[in-house]
């Protein structure tokens, strides 16, 4: 089969992997509340969940890219962004979470920036770089939609925008992940 062959066919298969993942974090809510789960049951549920996502993100070979920065200032940056917008953010109702939730959240921080910062965004910089940063950060913040509401959506989008410039500029996924999990870390301890 000749390469341009291929290539439609790996680029419709990514695309639907993409989308299926995607839809499947956005309808954790859904599928949460429409059954009578035990705790313990949602705890595995969603583990083997974010599982999934991840290792089927982490499965296809994505070429990295050139660092602009260090990785470590760009960590730095996107987790001091994150403190000062905890910081500075009104009051939340409480969270009742315990280890398990604390671990759940840093799994779906983990598996999510894999999906839409190695996944996502290595199928979309084809199109260019704002594209890749774009278009990963718009699916991100829509994803989180059923979750936390329409009104949650600027914020994530945010969210997505400024890990998907890490992402660029680190060269590397891995540093919007651990400002993604110091995000989720500090939204269940508040």
């Given at each position: 089969m000749?390469?341009t062959?291929?290539t ?5 298969a990514?695309?639907?992997?993409i ?8 309808l954790?809510?859904?599928v949460?509340a429409?059954h009578?789960l035990?705790p313990?049951d949602?705890?595995w549920?969603?583990a083997?969940l974010?599982?999934a996502i991840?290792v089927?993100?982490?499965?296809p070979?994505?070429s990295r890219?050139?660092?602009s920065?260090?990785?470590?200032a ?7 962004a994150?403190?000062?917008a905890?910081?500075?953010?009104g009051?939340?109702a ?5 280890p398990?939730?604390v671990?759940l ?7 999510e ?5 190695r996944?996502?965004y290595g199928h ?8 890749a ?5 718009l699916?991100f913040a829509?994803v ?5 509401g329409?009104?949650?959506f600027?914020?994530?989008?945010g ?18 992940a ?5 995000a989720?870390?500090l939204?269940?301890?508040?």
């Amino acid at each position: 089969m000749s390469r341009t062959r291929e290539t439609p066919v790996r680029t419709t298969a990514t695309a639907a992997l993409i989308l299926v993942a995607a839809a499947t974090l956005a309808l954790r809510p859904a599928v949460l509340a429409g059954h009578p789960l035990s705790p313990s049951d949602r705890t595995w549920l969603l583990a083997v969940l974010y599982l999934a996502i991840g290792v089927a993100s982490l499965l296809p070979p994505m070429s990295r890219d050139h660092a602009s920065f260090s990785p470590a200032a760009v960590g730095a940056i996107g987790i001091g962004a994150i403190g000062i917008a905890w910081w500075t953010a009104g009051p939340t109702a409480p969270l009742l979470i315990g280890p398990a939730g604390v671990l759940l959240s840093l799994g779906a921080a983990v598996a999510e920036e894999a999906l839409f910062r190695r996944f996502a965004y290595g199928h979309l910089r084809r199109f260019g770089v704002p594209a890749a940063i774009g278009g990963s950060a718009l699916l991100f913040a829509l994803v989180h939609i059923p979750s936390y509401g329409l009104a949650a959506f600027p914020v994530d989008l945010g969210a997505g925008l400024l890990f998907g410039w890490q992402r660029w500029a680190a060269g590397t996924w891995t540093v919007p992940a651990a400002t993604h999990a110091a995000a989720n870390l500090l939204a269940v301890i508040r």
